[in-house]
């Protein structure tokens, strides 16, 4: 069955910018069925979702970050990738990689373990 | 932006009673809305889609409903592994979840 994986540093100095990639195996990314997904959740707190991008491409962001969120996909390597730029201690969470099952679910139908990503000099 | 607003906070049960837990948006969101459970160090699972379809492989023993602004997850007799966090998430307007509500052993 699918499964997704999240990647990339645990750490990350203030002002700099978060580099994660979700690897998806057991499925093409490139199914036009979904919508792929970054989810993130501070220490304690709740579910805040960052954004997502189609496999053609298209993304939609979360009002509240677009001005420092990327998303890219590279179908090649059935990845896709999350850029946070001008981090603070508020973007200290664990990130999650989701699936969005946009033709029958309609939800985020599969997550990823979650990476936690610390902002700190 | 849509807020949702989950009660209660907390939740105190003993196995085998119902839990019924609520999502009220600040605005319509149809039926557009999902549940999921969380357990510590775990990813969100998806329960309930579009207000009262089960997911996938849940029980029958969680149930949704509910539209437009007001939503109900119910759980009709608890068991041990259905102590977790709660979250509703609405999708009528780009996405956002609830605050979530614990349920934990009375």
């Known amino acids: 069955q699918v499964q997704l994986q999240e990647s990339g540093p645990g750490l990350v100095k203030p002002s700099q910018t978060l580099s994660l990639t979700c690897t998806v195996s057991?499925?093409?990314?490139?199914?036009?069925?979904?919508?792929w997904s970054w989810i993130r959740q501070p220490p304690g707190k709740g579910l805040e979702w960052i954004g997502y991008i189609y496999y053609s491409g298209s993304t939609y962001y979360n009002p509240s970050l677009k001005s420092r969120v990327t998303i890219s996909v590279d179908t090649s390597k059935n990845q896709f990738s999350l850029k946070l730029s001008s981090v603070t201690a508020a973007d200290t969470a664990v990130y999650y990689c989701?699936?969005?099952?946009?033709?029958?679910?309609?939800?985020?139908?599969?997550w990823g373990q979650g990476t936690m990503v610390t902002v700190s000099s | 932006e849509i807020v949702l607003t989950q009660s209660p906070a907390t939740l105190s049960l003993s196995p085998g009673e119902r839990a019924t837990l609520s999502c009220r948006a600040s605005q319509s969101v149809s039926s557009y809305l999902a549940w999921y459970q969380q357990k510590p160090g775990q990813a969100p699972r998806l329960l309930i889609y579009?207000?009262?379809n089960r997911a996938t492989g849940i029980p029958a023993r969680f149930s949704g409903s509910g539209s437009g602004t007001d939503f109900t997850l119910t759980i009709s007799s608890l068991e041990p592994e259905d102590f977790a966090v709660y979250y509703c998430?609405?999708?009528?307007?780009?996405?956002?979840f609830g605050p979530g509500t614990k349920v934990d052993i009375k």
């Open positions: 579009d207000a009262s």
């Open positions: 989701a699936r969005f099952y946009g033709t029958n679910d309609h939800a985020f139908d599969i």
């Open positions: 998430q609405q999708r009528s307007n780009g996405f956002t």
């Open positions: 057991g499925g093409s990314i490139s199914s036009g069925d979904y919508y």
